[in-house]
């Protein structure tokens, strides 16, 4: 028994009504995606590959470019354009995995919070609190050092440190869900608990969870970017663009397009998921309030 408005059918209308931003940042990260994917197609070198007669080369447009290396060449005679595109490889699998993660680590959290109350929610938002009062990079760092470089390392710390974030707001959605008439109503009528919560509660965070995804993208690409920077994301062999941005920096003067174009990666990737996720937080005002017109 649910008297939730069903939330498959607004979303299908809001999708109709798709504004610019959901628009350009999911085709970007579409995008990203797919480079990622044919990395082994478009690369012209292996990422690993070098050339040591070859080194700190212009761009292939610049004077004493070559062709072959269309962005230039780093310090070691790497291709500066295939280091990028296997560097993207990283970006995907984090920027997918960690938001994912987190969300199912908070929305647990909140769920048992916001739906038992009590002493239980009290204690879930006191570690929440413990949890907040460290900065998140000095946490990340620690977890890193002690989980050993690799992306499940990086993927675990990204989700240790930021399924607060998810957690807190849910546990308001849930504490609101909670209050409504309907909840009660399947109570009574012999709803278990688990029944109440998967088919009165869940189905309404969804919009909630998706806008909440879609903003933690950015914030694991960012995340990576500043572990690999440091040199305690990945192994060494794997190219990222945090790394990128470490190496680029020494050669800044001699060969600047070493720290441009991955710096330009990640901050085009962080600007997508951001008009992704401000477009995603629109369709949930938006579902918000016919859910509240509807109540």
Request: net charge positive; glycine share 10%.
């Amino acid at each position: 028994m649910s008297s939730l408005p069903a939330v498959v059918p607004v979303w299908r209308r809001a999708a109709g009504r798709l504004n610019g931003q959901v628009l350009v940042g999911a085709g970007a990260l579409l995008a990203l995606a797919l480079v990622a994917w044919l990395a082994p197609y478009l690369a012209p070198h292996g990422p690993n590959d070098q050339d040591l007669l070859a080194t700190l080369l212009p761009p292939a447009w610049a004077p004493g470019g070559d062709p072959a290396y269309p962005l230039g060449t780093d310090a070691l005679g790497q291709c500066i354009l295939s280091r990028l595109i296997y560097s993207a490889r990283v970006t995907v699998i984090i920027a997918t995995s960690a938001p994912l993660g987190a969300a199912l680590v908070g929305t647990a959290a909140a769920l048992l919070a916001g739906y038992c109350g009590g002493r239980i929610d009290w204690l879930v938002m006191r570690l929440v609190d413990v949890w907040l009062s460290f900065p998140a990079i000095v946490m990340a760092l620690v977890l890193m050092v002690a989980l050993g470089p690799s992306i499940g390392s990086v993927i675990v710390a990204i989700v240790l440190v930021d399924w607060t974030r998810f957690c807190r707001v849910v546990r308001s959605e849930v504490l609101v869900a909670r209050q409504r008439s309907y909840i009660p109503a399947a109570r009574i009528a012999g709803a278990r608990h688990h029944s109440v919560l998967w088919r009165d509660i869940v189905p309404g965070l969804v919009p909630t969870l998706i806008a909440l995804v879609g903003i933690e993208i950015g914030v694991a690409v960012i995340a990576e970017s500043v572990l690999s920077f440091v040199g305690v994301s990945v192994q060494a062999d794997v190219p990222t663009w945090g790394r990128m941005l470490a190496d680029g920096l020494a050669d800044v003067f001699s060969a600047p397009i070493g720290l441009i174009a991955p710096m330009l990666c990640m901050v085009g990737t962080v600007f997508a998921a951001s008009l992704l996720g401000e477009g995603l937080r629109h369709l949930n005002d938006a579902y918000k309030q016919r859910q509240g017109g509807a109540a």
